[in-house]
């Protein structure tokens, strides 16, 4: 099992920057990759990065691709989603995502909230 635990989240202006974290323990010695989901009321859960830990290969919705940067620290096992340049669209709960050999996993999910 892994267990994952997400922070950073928080009310911000539009325009605005907010740094998201997520570290995974547990069973972690065959991660694939992790990521960054989010949902917005009413709607479905929708990617929005990922970044592959073999390599370091990363990965963008297009939607925030230029505004968001994922980024990586391989001896803790945590995942960092730096978000500049916030809009309301960018109001969700966003959703760590970790995927070994096998199996994937969710996090409990950190709010971001976007105001004008």
């Known amino acids: 099992q892994v267990q994952l635990v997400e922070s950073g989240g928080g009310k911000v202006q539009a325009g605005g920057s907010l740094r998201l974290s997520c570290t995974a323990s547990g069973r972690t010695f065959n991660t694939y990759s992790m990521g960054w989901f989010r949902q917005a009321p009413g709607k479905e859960r929708e990617f929005v990065a990922q970044?592959?830990?073999?390599?370091?290969?990363?990965y963008y919705a297009t939607s925030v691709k230029g505004r968001f940067t994922i980024s990586r620290d391989n001896a803790k096992t945590t995942v960092y989603l730096q978000m500049n340049s916030l809009k309301l669209d960018d109001a969700a709960v966003y959703y760590c995502?970790?995927?070994?050999?096998?199996?994937?996993?969710w996090g409990q999910g950190t709010q971001v909230t976007v105001s004008s």
């Open positions: 995502n970790y995927r070994d050999l096998g199996n994937g996993y």
């Open positions: 970044i592959i830990w073999s390599g370091g290969s990363t």
